[in-house]
């Protein structure tokens, strides 16, 4: 037994009827792609579907018993989400679409900001090399718009920050730090809170990007350091379609609103509009209510697991596969190679064999992995490769499934007669 496992581990994977699932040719599923999405419990797609057999309703507007109900779920959902990430108050917990509307939320109305939010020439906003896409185009955006400039920590050769220029880059012309907690590609885990320190000795905001930290570590979001911080659903075992962005109510209570419309007001004349306090000053029209009703399930089934509990599994199942994955010859791994210093995201190449044919050979084996760049092209980049292929581990991946990897692996090195 590998220690560190989720003791209960093959009764929560009978929570989940998509691992049940056979493919072409008989073949059963391994699914190692849940950094890209993870799958669902029966208590989300149950929730979702009683909330739209039972309770569909618009929120906040209808005067009637179905939409009293659907109000109710839904605000409900935003105290589970405070609640699983250890918000100070639910007011500070908005619903977006994903975890990239969040981030652009905060870029565009720190762009509109003024007041000691404004950011103009002469400010710069930091960010990392490792970054997801969804946290580097904002902030060039932003830059560009405003006249500011935009810089970034680089990486180590193993894959970690290079923080030795720390106090140098993060100065007292930094307006904002935005940085992954954990990368999506090289499975870093960042010293979020060390950095957070220091951005604030200089009056700078932090906007952590969580995507992949909120699936796998404990989160208090007074404890990161973090002034802004977004997440998505269907990272946590929710449905797609909803995202959350925590922020602190002294940041929030300066930004301006996002999207205009329905709900987000306060009074409307022709001449001019005042605003709804937040949340709701942030959300717009008609929010993914259903989407919420399922991430609130979603968050209750990871609270009832223990998110110390899906951490220690997800370490575990990491190291096994970072073993496996050094058996497996002309295979280099991205990023760290030790468990304690990553999530479970591992990048990987095979020497003379391209990461689109790793995942196809893979896939005709009931083997999902994911291949490409990953939305982290300037990481690639940094290690001179174009893309990679992907395996990424969840509280519901068995050391079988990792033996399936390796033997997959071994299987398309010879399929490909390399070596």
């Not at 691992?19 to 008989?26: C, D, H, I, P, V």
């Not at 990430?85 to 870029?107: G, H, Q, Y």
């Not at 300037?378 to 290690?383: D, L, N, T, V």
Request: proline letters at 5%; glycine letters at 10%; one cysteine or more.
């Amino acid at each position: 037994m590998i220690e560190g496992l989720l003791p209960e581990l093959e009764v929560i994977r009978k929570d989940f009827p998509i691992l049940e699932r056979t493919l072409a040719g008989g073949q059963p599923l391994v699914y190692l792609d849940s950094a890209n999405t993870s799958q669902k419990p029966q208590c989300v797609i149950d929730a979702m579907v009683d909330h739209l057999e039972r309770h569909n309703a618009n929120v906040a507007r209808a005067m009637h018993q179905l939409g009293a109900e659907a109000s109710e779920a839904f605000e409900d959902a935003r105290d589970k989400v405070a609640s699983f990430i250890k918000a100070p108050s639910r007011d500070e917990v908005i619903f977006t679409k994903n975890a990239s509307e969040a981030l652009n939320l905060v870029a565009n109305t720190l762009a509109w900001a003024t007041g000691d939010l404004a950011i103009g020439p002469g400010d710069e906003v930091v960010i990392t090399e490792m970054e997801h896409h969804s946290n580097i185009v904002p902030w060039q955006l932003l830059t560009e718009r405003k006249g500011a400039t935009l810089r970034w920590f680089g990486l180590t050769d193993d894959g970690r920050l290079d923080l030795s220029d720390l106090d140098r880059l993060i100065n007292e012309r930094t307006k904002v730090v935005s940085l992954t907690w954990v990368s999506n590609m090289l499975g870093t885990i960042n010293p979020v809170a060390e950095i957070a320190r220091r951005a604030h000795e200089v009056g700078a905001i932090v906007v952590v990007d969580a995507a992949q930290a909120a699936p796998q570590l404990p989160v208090d979001v007074t404890e990161v350091g973090a002034d802004l911080l977004a997440f998505t659903g269907h990272k946590v075992v929710g449905p797609t379609g909803i995202g959350v962005l925590w922020g602190s109510r002294r940041v929030l209570e300066q930004l301006p609103p996002f999207l205009g419309g329905g709900e987000m007001i306060e009074t409307v004349r022709m001449d001019r509009s005042t605003y709804a306090g937040i949340p709701h000053k942030f959300e717009a029209g008609t929010p993914p209510i259903a989407e919420a009703v399922g991430l609130g399930a979603a968050v209750d089934y990871l609270a009832a697991v223990g998110m110390e509990a899906v951490h220690a599994h997800e370490q575990a199942i990491t190291g096994y596969a970072l073993e496996g994955l050094a058996t497996v010859p002309g295979l280099t791994v991205l990023g760290p190679q030790d468990a304690a210093s990553r999530g479970g995201a591992i990048s990987f190449e095979i020497d003379g064999v391209h990461p689109h044919d790793v995942a196809q050979v893979l896939d005709s084996r009931g083997i999902a992995v994911r291949a490409g760049h990953h939305c982290a092209k300037p990481a690639h980049a940094r290690f001179g490769v174009q893309s990679s292929s992907r395996m990424s581990s969840y509280l519901y991946t068995t050391p079988a499934e990792i033996d399936a990897l390796v033997e997959g692996l071994l299987y398309t090195r010879s399929y490909f007669k390399v070596g």
